[in-house]
């Protein structure tokens, strides 16, 4: 299903340091469980000019600002001018993106920020992968586990997509834009310059360039 695809949801191919290795794939849940292997094959080619291994396998830009309070465990990668805010809590393979800000309180788990990424306050983002310039409002989180623990599937326009993930949280395509205490649900998958609304109950394929109101009122942009 093209909507779903890599090639579909992330068109700024230049805007992440993983994406050579992502573009091998076809739909973005594929790439989950590659993340760690991922981080490690990017460490080996970094310039020592340009990043410090601040402890094994924690690789830190010297342009990027990290808070003294902050957490960060291997495997990781912090790209330049990247921010890195008190209290956040990045628990392993993670890879921050240029530029990109994870606030006060933010956790991260398996997850790749693309360039210019904001998840800037209270922010939990697991087994996700964030494209562009997306951005999540404060208190917005990933879902990434169902309550049963059973595989996780994308519904996407009358269709099932079964994805062979028991942790999957969410896809956000280039420019996405999340609301204040939004919850994004297993499998949900997100097109590229859509806008959900605070305090949305979001899960399946929500199309690009739309405004998510709610599950039964989703609109075309103008």
């Given at each position: 299903?093209?909507?779903?695809?890599?090639?579909?949801?992330?068109?700024?191919?230049?805007?992440?340091?993983a994406?050579?290795?992502?573009?091998?794939?076809?739909?973005?849940?594929?790439?989950?469980?590659?993340?760690?292997?991922?981080?490690?094959?990017?460490?080996?080619?970094?310039?020592?000019?340009?990043?410090?291994e601040?402890?094994?396998?924690?690789?830190?830009?010297?342009?990027?600002?990290?808070?003294?309070?902050?957490?960060?465990?291997?495997?990781?990668?912090?790209?330049?001018?990247?921010?890195?805010?008190?209290?956040?809590?990045?628990?392993?393979?993670?890879?921050?993106?240029?530029?990109?800000?994870?606030?006060?309180?933010?956790?991260?788990k398996n997850?790749?920020?693309?360039?210019?990424?904001?998840?800037?306050?209270?922010?939990?983002?697991?087994?996700?992968?964030?494209?562009?310039?997306a951005?999540m409002?404060?208190?917005?989180?990933?879902?990434?586990?169902?309550?049963?623990?059973?595989?996780?599937?994308?519904?996407?326009?009358?269709?099932?997509?079964?994805?062979?993930?028991?942790?999957f949280?969410?896809?956000?395509?280039?420019?996405?834009?999340?609301?204040?205490?939004?919850?994004?649900?297993?499998?949900?998958?997100?097109?590229?310059y859509?806008?959900?609304?605070?305090?949305?109950?979001?899960?399946?394929?929500?199309?690009?360039?739309?405004?998510?109101?709610?599950q039964?009122?989703?609109?075309?942009?103008?």
């Open positions: 299903m093209e909507e779903l695809k890599i090639s579909t949801l992330y068109r700024e191919s230049e805007r992440s340091i994406f050579p290795y992502l573009k091998n794939y076809t739909y973005p849940w594929e790439v989950l469980s590659s993340i760690k292997s991922i981080i490690g094959e990017i460490g080996k080619t970094l310039s020592r000019e340009e990043f410090d601040i402890s094994p396998e924690v690789w830190v830009a010297k342009s990027a600002c990290i808070a003294p309070t902050a957490c960060i465990e291997p495997p990781c990668i912090i790209c330049e001018d990247a921010q890195v805010r008190h209290g956040a809590f990045i628990r392993g393979a993670a890879i921050v993106g240029r530029g990109a800000v994870v606030g006060n309180s933010v956790e991260l997850c790749i920020l693309f360039d210019g990424v904001e998840v800037p306050h209270f922010n939990y983002v697991g087994d996700s992968i964030l494209g562009y310039k951005h409002g404060a208190g917005a989180v990933t879902s990434n586990v169902k309550s049963d623990r059973s595989y996780i599937a994308v519904h996407c326009n009358g269709k099932t997509v079964e994805t062979g993930c028991r942790k949280g969410a896809m956000l395509g280039d420019h996405v834009e999340v609301g204040c205490n939004s919850v994004l649900n297993p499998g949900t998958v997100i097109g590229r859509t806008n959900v609304y605070p305090l949305s109950s979001v899960r399946g394929y929500v199309p690009t360039e739309s405004i998510y109101k709610s039964n009122s989703i609109v075309k942009k103008r």
